[in-house]
């Protein structure tokens, strides 16, 4: 298949190799923080949410004005190494009390955010140059997207089977180790690469981040699908956060697992792999079709899919116990299929619909509504779970996923997408 060639060159071989260690640990933390936030600090972990979504906003805007300083390379090592370092941290201190605090979670995340905006810049920076042949750089794109869109499918099955096996706290002693097995085949890389083959090309003009994400909001709003979906798209992400990453968890542990804690992370595990599962198969259904002169329908017909899904997801908590994992299985699913059913319309309408020259400015707008959307859901999502418990909280956001799509889809019932005029 074209989308291994690539491999055939030692140092994309190299890069593969650590980024899928590390991609598969990514998938252990984030859900092993997920369960041991909701273990320390309840409904208030959604603050935890908060501020990584913070984070990440500042982290983007601040890396982005002075990341193109830097040795692509030296700075993906340097972000895998201090990423290492402070899980291990946070495992050592959990070995001498009875578990991780509020301070140390807070302190992984924000080390964590700020090595996962150095690292994902300069990765794109340095690509090009891992690739023997320039017509395999969108193979090695496709590559290393697939790979990740793997490790989340197949990292939360891990977690379902590790969780019988090893303490959660080790899920982040895990993914350190992923860190510095990426480390370390970026050093390989580096190592056998020829004296400045990697460094930042000086003199070039960076338009700072504000202007590009403010012309990529005109841009896109120029377009009425486009612009709808970029006003709506922090609702729809903030709510689906606060549901798989807080409530959700919460449900589960609340519903109580057969032999304790383990089990229930399992049930977890089981769930994120079965939206990962459906996530997977929704992107090789969709993203095998042509893009239909009423896009709209998969667009908003996918969000109010999705939002009656999660409806289902709090409703199966009244389930008697032994169908509650395979009916949150279920649910997940479909709220999965229905996200790459809206998704890849709108990507594809991004990338043919927009000048070329837009096209990074309008997915650095539609980046910054997301953290903004995540930011605020999960800021309000403890105060919510106090007041109203985690089944309406859940049902609640299910009905808020469903009003997105049925607004979209009655505003733009008769709106027929026109032939593509690209221009760069």
């Not at 083959?197 to 120029?222: L, M």
């Not at 304790?260 to 996530?279: Q, T």
């Not at 996923?401 to 607004?407: T, Y």
Request: aromatic share 8%.
């Amino acid at each position: 298949m074209r989308i291994f060639e690539p491999l055939r060159g030692r140092r994309m071989a190299l890069l593969w190799s650590g980024l899928s260690f590390s991609a598969f640990g990514d998938q252990l933390y984030a859900v092993a923080l997920t369960w041991i936030a909701v273990g320390v600090m309840g409904s208030n972990a959604g603050y935890l949410g908060a501020l990584q979504a913070l984070v990440a906003l500042l982290a983007v805007v601040g890396v982005g004005r002075w990341a193109d300083r830097w040795e692509p390379l030296r700075g993906m090592i340097g972000a895998d190494v201090a990423r290492a370092a402070v899980l291990l941290v946070v495992v050592a201190s959990s070995s001498m009390t009875d578990g991780p605090g509020v301070v140390q979670l807070a302190g992984a995340i924000v080390v964590l955010a700020v090595g996962q905006a150095v690292f994902q810049p300069a990765l794109q920076t340095v690509l090009p140059s891992m690739v023997d042949d320039a017509r395999l750089l969108p193979a090695a794109n496709g590559l290393l997207d697939g790979t990740a869109r793997s490790a989340r499918l197949l990292g939360s099955g891990l977690v379902a089977l590790l969780a019988t096996v090893i303490p959660v706290i080790h899920f982040l002693t895990v993914d350190a180790i992923s860190f510095l097995v990426s480390a370390a085949a970026l050093l390989a890389i580096r190592r056998r690469g020829s004296a400045g083959s990697f460094a930042a090309k000086p003199g070039i003009e960076r338009e700072p981040v504000w202007d590009g994400i403010i012309r990529g909001f005109r841009a896109t709003a120029a377009h009425p699908l486009l612009g709808f979906s970029l006003m709506t798209t922090g609702v729809k992400n903030g709510v689906w956060y606060a549901v798989f990453y807080l409530a959700l968890p919460l449900m589960i542990e609340g519903s109580g697992g057969k032999s304790g804690g383990e089990s229930e992370l399992s049930a977890y595990g089981l769930v994120l792999s079965a939206y990962g599962f459906a996530n997977l198969g929704g992107n090789l259904i969709f993203g095998g079709r042509m893009l239909s002169p009423r896009p709209q329908y998969h667009m908003f017909g996918g969000i109010v899919l999705g939002g009656c899904a999660m409806v289902l997801l709090g409703f199966a908590n009244f389930l008697p116990p032994w169908w509650r994992v395979p009916a949150f299985m279920a649910a997940a699913a479909l709220v999965a299929f229905g996200g790459p059913m809206s998704d890849i319309p709108v990507a594809v309408l991004r990338q043919t619909r927009l000048r070329q020259a837009d096209v990074a400015a309008a997915m650095g707008a539609n980046m910054a509504m997301n953290s903004a959307g995540t930011l605020m859901a999960m800021a309000v999502a403890p105060a919510a779970l106090a007041l109203a418990g985690v089944v309406p909280v859940i049902v609640g956001c299910g009905a808020i996923f469903f009003g997105v799509g049925a607004v979209g889809l009655a505003r733009y019932a008769d709106w027929e997408e026109a032939a593509p005029q690209l221009s760069t």
